[in-house]
């Protein structure tokens, strides 16, 4: 069974800190996701990557950054934390290939994130 | 703009009933359309999916209706049990991107 692992299940941190968001796949998934969810707005995409040092902006990337070294696991970084960023964040992960047809996203727990 | 909507933020359903809930698309591109289930607390988890190009997928209790032209997709669970009261998103893929509903919130009275 696939496995998406989030190093943390909450965090609160403080306006202006960097903050990095963790995020490991055991089943050698080249597609990697990170979402955020927020009441009344769904799951909106921020960025994505389809190989190792691959990322590519998704619908909302502003305040955000990534980083892939390795294809198990991905990075999702907050440069400098605001309190719009207070959200829950999603990542996940789903079958290799360039295209994601036919396979459904793999969910993360997902990490509460309080920004004070 | 969102490209999936799902109009009804929470339905209220008796154990044993019907569950319909609904999700509409802008975008006529999209080829592949997903329901996840989502408990507080855990991440979303795959419910069912169907490709467009038909307009019904069956798994057991549940089925995901598909009407193209009127770009509009439902998901029928029957019957509903209160273990299945939880948050669903439905969801569309252009590709290689997923995009995603507001959710509804199902609550299955006993």
């Known amino acids: 069974d696939v496995k998406v692992t989030q190093s943390s299940r909450y965090l609160v941190k403080r306006t202006g800190e960097k903050v990095f968001l963790e995020c490991v796949q055991d089943m050698d998934h080249e597609n990697m996701f990170w979402y955020r969810q927020d009441p009344g707005l769904g799951l909106r995409l921020i960025y994505f990557?389809?190989?190792?040092?691959?990322?590519e902006k998704g619908d909302i990337p502003e305040g955000y950054s990534v980083s892939r070294e390795k294809k198990e696991r991905f990075s999702l970084i907050l440069e400098s934390a605001s309190t719009n960023q207070t959200s829950m964040y999603l990542c996940?992960?789903?079958?290799?290939?360039?295209?994601?047809?036919?396979?459904?996203?793999?969910f993360g727990n997902g990490t509460r994130l309080t920004v004070t | 703009d969102q490209q999936v909507k799902q109009n009804s933020p929470s339905l209220s359903v008796q154990e044993g009933r019907i569950s319909i809930l609904n999700c509409d698309y802008t975008?006529?591109?999209?080829?592949?359309f997903l329901w996840y289930k989502k408990y507080p607390a855990e991440g979303p988890t795959f419910l069912i999916s169907?490709?467009?190009?038909?307009d019904k997928n069956e798994d057991g209790r549940f089925t995901v209706f598909l009407n193209k032209s009127a770009k509009h997709l439902s998901l029928h669970i029957v019957p509903s049990q209160p273990g299945d009261s939880a948050v669903y998103f439905c969801?569309?893929?252009?590709?290689?991107?997923?995009?995603f509903g507001s959710g509804t919130k199902l609550n299955v009275k006993p």
């Open positions: 990557s389809y190989d190792v040092k691959m990322k």
């Open positions: 969801a569309a893929s252009d590709f290689n991107k997923f995009y």
């Open positions: 996940a992960s789903s079958i290799p290939g360039r295209y994601t047809y036919n396979s459904p996203l793999h």
């Open positions: 169907i490709s467009s190009i038909k």
């Open positions: 975008n006529s591109m999209f080829d592949y």
